[in-house]
């Protein structure tokens, strides 16, 4: 049986965890495939300056970096700051799937032109950078922000009543006054609003982390891989000093 490992990019305990689990539900996924969530030990509070884009980095690089040798068949990472990719990409041979990029190509499948609506305006670096990565400035109607502090432990939960009409109200902006024709959600994290903003939308609204999953079970199966020509293998590799890392945050 195929297995998937999902990073999740911060450290928690088991109840917050499975609410990174449940988004599981939100996809259509065989009974022929497994996916284990496996957190960082090395983190950022939050994604907000340069510094904690490097730390993420680090953190996620450290916690893929035996995926292939534990046996697992493809790598999702469970932040659509797509943080550690490129790094995973360039020491593993397996699939690895980044939400944030992948989200974006597959809005372009449905639309001309796609939207970012976030929780905080202060993750809008991370979504100018995949999008200067792509060459999809001119794709993006916009990126706008609900303007309320996410948790990146809890997520949504018990917040539903303050958090899901703001959410929509900012969508239904970027559709009648940007006109995006999809709506991107723009962080893993808000996962738990997906179902109520669909119901409520005239657009396809992207699920970024359950899209992950969906597309590592379509690379497995069609045994298709980054190129190494774009992620080349390290001359001289480091796992010892990536795994160092690791260690030494876990004693802290």
Request: charge should be positive; proline fraction near 7%.
């Given at each position: 049986m195929p297995k998937v490992l999902v990073i999740v990019p911060f450290p928690m305990d088991a109840d917050n965890l499975e609410k990174r689990r449940a988004q599981l539900k939100s996809v259509r996924l065989g009974p022929d495939i497994a996916f284990d969530f496996r957190t960082v030990s090395i983190a950022p509070a939050n994604y907000v300056s340069q510094q904690d884009a490097l730390l993420a980095d680090i953190?996620?690089?450290e916690a893929g970096l035996t995926a292939q040798a534990d046996g697992y068949d493809a790598v999702c990472i469970d932040t659509v700051s797509d943080s550690g990719m490129a790094a995973l990409r360039s020491v593993l041979d397996i699939p690895v799937i980044g939400p944030g990029r992948h989200a974006m190509l597959t809005a372009l499948?449905?639309?001309?032109?796609?939207?970012?609506?976030?929780?905080?305006d202060?993750?809008?670096p991370l979504y100018a950078k995949t999008l200067a990565e792509l060459g999809f400035e001119g794709k993006c109607a916009s990126i706008r922000s609900a303007d309320l502090q996410p948790n990146n432990q809890e997520l949504l939960g018990g917040r539903e009543e303050e958090v899901f009409p703001v959410l929509l109200e900012v969508a239904t902006r970027c559709v009648e006054e940007d006109r995006a024709d999809v709506i991107v959600l723009g962080s893993t994290t808000?996962?738990?609003?997906?179902?109520?903003?669909?119901e409520r939308l005239a657009v396809p609204v992207i699920n970024?982390?359950?899209?992950?999953?969906?597309?590592?079970?379509?690379a497995i199966r069609l045994r298709l891989s980054h190129s190494k020509s774009t992620y080349p293998t390290p001359l001289t590799p480091r796992?010892?000093?990536?795994t160092a890392m690791g260690a030494a945050a876990r004693a802290l």
């Open positions: 953190g996620i690089l499948m449905l639309g001309d032109r796609f939207s970012i609506v976030c929780m905080w202060r993750w809008r808000m996962h738990e609003a997906h179902a109520y903003l669909v970024p982390g359950p899209l992950s999953y969906r597309l590592a079970d379509a796992p010892a000093a990536i």
